[in-house]
């Protein structure tokens, strides 16, 4: 299957299990890699055919801006629901990083596989 994908979306939300962390909005970064069959936007040359990495952004978007999530786990598993249901994605690939959260780390999170190739 061919793959649409999205790379480093930094979006910001509420995350984390510290009380401090429940009063401010922290950045996200989004890495997400979406199976699809690209042969008929390819072939048509249209956009109605293919997954639109735009829309697919917004939507992301606005999913962090309305949630609070303790855990990057949980952020992961519910906007991988959300996206496959709106999007109709067959399988999907989403990383979740938490920039800076652990000292000396560039970045620390999770990346979960859902679906059928
Ligand atoms: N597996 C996880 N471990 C930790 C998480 C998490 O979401 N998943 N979160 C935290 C804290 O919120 C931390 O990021 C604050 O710096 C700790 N461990």
Redesign the pocket.
Known sequence: MDTVFIESLEVDTV????DW?RTIRQNLLVDLQMGWDNRPSAADDALHLALDYAAVSESINAFAQASH???????AERLAALLMTEFNIPWLRLKIT?PG??ANARG???EIERGCR
Do not use: D, Q
């Open positions: 995350i984390g299990a510290y962390e999530f303790e855990l990057v786990e949980t952020f938490k959260a652990v620390v999170g999770v």
